[in-house]
């Protein structure tokens, strides 16, 4: 895989260098952030280097014929942008950002080709779903190594761009639901007696076991819960108190918010 450069190095920016260092040791990865001791702390730490500016980087980048990750702030591109868009024609640009589309982003980095990536949080572990998004007549190995570098995270899926802001309710923010689902969970065991450690470890692997249940037979997990829940049994008054809360509906709700404030931001409304 060619040289990547990644310009941001909080959250996500670490993830993706952690990512690719991991699955690929030999990639050359250079990395910028205005937080110079973080960033240089995480080249460092993956054996990469850190830019002295972010038009030094794209000096290496664009030397190595490599790819550049955007990976700031959706409201810090454009800044960015002012800063280094004229620097990047002939680049291969991968944007994070949620609520950008690549028809918003193009034109801020003049001459470049984009393609969108939506990734989660687990991606620090090498875990996440991400999507990747390449509109028409992206050049094939450009697609390619981007599919490369979002597998090196998890898994890739490809998508229309127009569902990216969907996908981000359901999985780029969705895993924040599923945070708040599993603290719920053990906040029920501790309520119920057990301690909030150890109802916690059980909620997690419950969860993981629920995932992996799923993923490894491939059933609809409407017909899983109807063989767990006994006639008359316990599982049903769970159930029970939990569509009375309208829990479905609820995550629903949930998605559909995040999706529309994707949507909104994508709009350029927000
Ligand atoms: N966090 C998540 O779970 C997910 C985030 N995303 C997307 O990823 C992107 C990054 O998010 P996240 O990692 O959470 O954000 P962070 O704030 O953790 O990281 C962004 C980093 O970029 C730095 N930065 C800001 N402006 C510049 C600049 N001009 N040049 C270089 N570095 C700069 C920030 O510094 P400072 O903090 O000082 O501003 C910060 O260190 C966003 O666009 C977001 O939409 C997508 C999916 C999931
Ligand atoms: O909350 C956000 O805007 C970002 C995008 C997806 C996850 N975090």
Redesign the pocket.
Known sequence: MHTIGI?????????IATGVHAAHPSTGIVL????RK??QALAEKIGGTFAQS?KDLIQTVKQESGTMV?????Q??E??AQ?IGKDCEGLRLI??????SIQTIEPLFPGSSVIR?????A?QIGKSIVAVAAPEGTAPDFLEEAQTIAKSLGEAVLLDESLIAAF?GVS??G??YVFSFIHALALGGTENGIPYPKALTIAVETLLGAGELVKATGANPAELLTRVTSAGGTTIKGIAALEKGAFTSLIMDAVRCATEKAETMEKGKA
């Open positions: 310009i941001g190095t909080g959250v996500m920016g670490t993830a910028f952030d205005i937080n973080t960033g972010p955007l990976a700031v702030k959706p810090h591109l800044g960015l800063e944007s994070i950002a949620a609520g950008r990536f939506m990734p989660n949080i991606a981000t780029g923010s895993i924040a």
